[in-house]
């Protein structure tokens, strides 16, 4: 199947301060890539939807000066948690589709605590 | 109500046994479903598509009923590398993956 890395895998990091996540297709150009959250004992919740060359779609709810994605090739998106603080304190997966196929392909994850 | 729902378990289950479990899911125009399957701290994984005329993957069956909006997955003979929780998902249109809460199994010995 195909694959998707994240880094990094997990981070702490204080209140207050920024943290860039990666996701990358590896073996395959994703034009649309996702962003979830996932609280503990909770469902994956969709943040984000990332084109490459455009502007992400956020939903509702989601603080896009927050929560700052850039999809700037086919094989990278980036997820920046701006100014954080505990409550975003969770895991982040991102996923990437590719082309003509609905199947979503899930990176690995990042734990993100703030202290 | 939300978009798609399962019942959360858990199912705890004893070797062997057969399993079922069901999704309902609230917009009629979804095109395409599936289950993941997620370990604990990992991330999901695509355990199988659903299909309209039902499928089978070895030990696992998936049925979609569109006319009652509903999605189903039996697990027979389940394994206790079975435990994990399973996820049911419909995607509306290319970008509209819709998950559900997801269905705790714990198989034991």
């Known amino acids: 199947g195909a694959v998707v890395s994240q880094h990094p895998s997990w981070v702490i990091c204080k209140s207050g301060t920024s943290v860039k996540i990666e996701c990358r297709s590896l073996?395959?150009?994703?034009?649309?890539m996702f962003w979830y959250r996932q609280f503990p004992k909770q469902s994956l919740m969709l943040m984000a939807t990332?084109?490459?060359?455009?502007?992400?779609?956020?939903e509702q709810g989601v603080e896009k000066d927050k929560f700052l994605i850039n999809h700037a090739s086919l094989t990278l998106s980036t997820l920046t948690v701006t100014s954080a603080h505990p409550e975003d304190s969770s895991f982040y997966i991102c996923?990437?589709?590719?082309?003509?196929?609905?199947?979503?392909?899930f990176g690995p994850g990042t734990r993100l605590t703030v202290t | 109500r939300k978009e798609v729902e399962q019942d959360p378990g858990p199912f705890n289950v004893p070797e062997g046994a057969t399993v079922a479990f069901n999704c309902t899911y609230s917009?009629?125009?979804?095109?395409?479903f599936f289950w993941y399957r997620q370990d604990c701290r990992k991330e999901p994984k695509l355990l199988m598509s659903?299909?309209?005329s039902g499928n089978e993957d070895g030990r696992f069956t998936a049925q979609l009923n569109r006319a009652s909006q509903y999605i189903s997955l039996l697990i027979r003979d389940s394994k206790l590398s079975d435990s994990a929780t399973y996820l049911c998902?419909?995607?509306?249109?290319?970008?509209?993956?819709?998950f559900g809460a997801g269905t705790r199994l714990t198989v034991k010995p």
């Open positions: 073996d395959f150009q994703a034009t649309t």
């Open positions: 998902v419909v995607n509306s249109n290319n970008n509209d993956m819709r």
């Open positions: 917009n009629s125009a979804s095109q395409s």
């Open positions: 659903v299909y309209s």
């Open positions: 996923s990437a589709r590719r082309d003509s196929h609905y199947e979503q392909y």
């Open positions: 990332s084109n490459e060359g455009s502007k992400a779609t956020y």
